[in-house]
Structures are given as C-alpha cells and as structure tokens.
C-alpha cells in the first residue's frame, strides 16, 4: 500500500536555526515528489517537485533533496514567517492520474 | 494567489442537507482535483476531471459526486450530509499530471 511518513509531527526552532524535515515513503515506482507549504486555513502552497534519487531543488532559505526511500526539506537560517505546516506528497508510477497521497505533515514554529 | 478560486469560503449547514462547492481552475489547467481535509485524516484526494471526463477516484464517498464543465469549471455536490463531513474541501487544478496548484479552500461545518 502506497504510503507517506512525515517526521517530526511538530519542530520548534529559534529564528537562525537549521534543521531538516523528513519525509519517508513506499509507492510502487515514484513518479514525482512534491513538497508544499501550508498556512493555517489556507490551501498548500506549492514548493518543490522532485523525480528522481539524487536531485535537489532550492528556493529561499529552503532545500529539497530525494534519495530512494526518503525526501528532506532542509531549511537554512529559518525565520519566523517559515512557520507553516510543510506537507509532502507522492504520485505513483503506474498511475495515469494526477492523484497525490499525502502525509500528515510537519508544523514549522520559528520564534524569533 | 494560485490562481484557483473556490466558492463560498465558509459553509455552514444541517445534517441531511444538500450542498455544491465550486472551482474555477487556472487560466489554461485541464485537470481539476478535489481534496478533502480534516484534522484527523489529512489531506485526502477525492476525484479528478480532466477536460471534462473523471480521471482517477479516491476515498470519495457515494453521496458526494463531481463533475467538470465545458469551461472547465467543476462543482463537488455533498449530499444527506453527516457531521463527520465537516472539513476543508480543496480543489486544484494541473496542466497535466504535474505539480498541483491549490485554491484558498471551502469550510464547511455540519451541525
């Protein structure tokens, strides 16, 4: 069965200190890795796609990288307007569909 | 902004009633998504419409139902609602089956 693992559920940093989020999962034959960022009420804001192991994208104080089993989303000197909550998704290979399966993400407070 | 709108913003009604959510895509998506978000379930997909026709469904119950238009429009009908259909119903909208772009969401409370 397809699934996504986010880990931690929730991660309390300083304003300037960096940390990884972690995203684990099982999918018969990954077709895309998406990262998005989600404020309180609002919908996910898309970040980041990744295909295949190895492959890392950067925007802002954020980095995604991808292995085979695991994605991290790496956040740099993070802010207080970094909090959100981070969701990670995955579509299967087989599929001929858009659908995405989700995690329960990761709830990012930056104290300044 | 995404570039996806959902109408209304908030929905409150009864048990038993009937209600339609609405989505306009992205200037030139073809796939629209619905997903359903609640605390205890996360975000879970619905359904999926590409250029009118269903393309994929999910954990969508019998009473709900989907459809697109030929403006590509779509509307999420939920109908003999329960209070455990209280949630966030997102919708998005893709050119194809790439990143997904998300609208603001339509909150509905059953009571």
């Known amino acids: 069965e397809d699934q996504v693992t986010q880990s931690p559920e929730a991660l309390r940093l300083q304003e300037g200190e960096s940390s990884s989020l972690n995203c684990s999962y099982t999918?018969?034959?990954?077709?895309?890795l998406f990262w998005y960022r989600q404020d309180p009420g609002k919908g996910p804001e898309f970040l980041f796609t990744l295909y295949s192991a190895g492959e890392e994208k950067e925007k802002e104080r954020l980095k995604a990288t991808l292995t085979k089993k695991e994605s991290f989303l790496h956040i740099t000197a993070p802010k207080p307007e970094d909090s959100a909550t981070y969701l990670c998704?995955?579509?299967?290979?087989?599929?001929?569909?858009?659908?995405?399966?989700f995690g329960q993400g990761t709830t990012l407070q930056v104290k300044p | 902004d995404s570039g996806v709108t959902q109408t209304p913003k908030h929905l409150i009604t009864a048990t038993g009633q009937r209600v339609t959510l609405r989505c306009s895509p992205r200037?030139?998506?073809?796939?629209v998504y619905w997903y359903q978000q609640s605390l205890d379930q996360g975000l879970q997909f619905l359904i999926q419409?590409?250029?009118?026709?269903?393309?994929a469904k999910g954990n969508i119950l019998e009473r709900f139902s989907a459809q697109q238009f030929p403006d590509l429009h779509s509307e999420l009908n939920l109908s003999s609602l329960e209070l455990g259909d209280s949630a966030l119903y997102f919708c998005?909208?893709?050119?194809?089956?790439?990143?997904?772009?998300f609208g603001p969401g339509t909150r509905l409370t059953v009571l």
């Open positions: 998704a995955v579509r299967r290979g087989s599929s001929n569909t858009g659908k995405l399966i």
């Open positions: 998005a909208s893709s050119r194809g089956t790439e990143e997904q772009f």
């Open positions: 999918v018969s034959g990954l077709r895309g």
């Open positions: 200037s030139g998506d073809l796939s």
């Open positions: 419409y590409y250029n009118g026709e269903e393309r």
